[in-house]
C-alpha cells in the first residue's frame, strides 16, 4: 500500500507561482513512477505531469508544459511540482498519484494510489 498526502495548494493571482508537495509512506517509492493530476469543476480529472522512479523521465500535459516542473527526492519520499506563470484556467483541485506499473503513464486508470488532492485557486 501507498499512502499520499499533498499540501501547498491555495489562492494566487494570475501569474504567481505555488509549489504542490506530496509526501509519500508504504511501498518503495523510489521504484513507481509519480503523476500529478488536476480536476476542475464539472470536468474529468486530467493528467499533468508524471516523473519515472529514478527522476530520469518527466512528461507534461501540454497545457503546462514550459510553465510546471515536476521533481522529486526520493530521499524524502516526496515529489513536487513546481508551478509558474498561473493562469486562471489552471484552478483545479491537484491531486498525486503513484502507479504499480511500468514506465511513466499518462491515464488516470493506470494509478492506483491517490492523495486527498489539495486546491489551487488562481484569480485573474
Known amino acids: 500500500q501507498v499512502q499520499l498526502v499533498e499540501s501547498g495548494g491555495g489562492l494566487v493571482q494570475a501569474g504567481g507561482s505555488l509549489r504542490l508537495s506530496c509526501a509519500a509512506s508504504?511501498?518503495?517509492?523510489?521504484?513507481?513512477?509519480m503523476g500529478w493530476f488536476r480536476q476542475a469543476p464539472g470536468k474529468e480529472r486530467a493528467f499533468v505531469a508524471v516523473?519515472?522512479?529514478?527522476?530520469?523521465?518527466?512528461y507534461y500535459s501540454d497545457s503546462v508544459k514550459a510553465r510546471f516542473t515536476i521533481s522529486r527526492d526520493n530521499a524524502k519520499n516526496t515529489v513536487f511540482l513546481q508551478m509558474n506563470s498561473l493562469k486562471p484556467e489552471d484552478t483545479a483541485v491537484y491531486y498525486c498519484?503513484?502507479?504499480?506499473?511500468?514506465?511513466?503513464?499518462?491515464?488516470?486508470?493506470?494509478?492506483?494510489?491517490w492523495g486527498q488532492g489539495t486546491q489551487v485557486t488562481v484569480s485573474s
Open positions: 516523473i519515472s522512479g529514478s527522476g530520469a523521465s518527466t
Open positions: 498519484a503513484a502507479t504499480a506499473l511500468l514506465g511513466v503513464p499518462k491515464e488516470v486508470y493506470k494509478y492506483s494510489y
Open positions: 508504504g511501498r518503495t517509492f523510489s521504484s513507481s513512477a
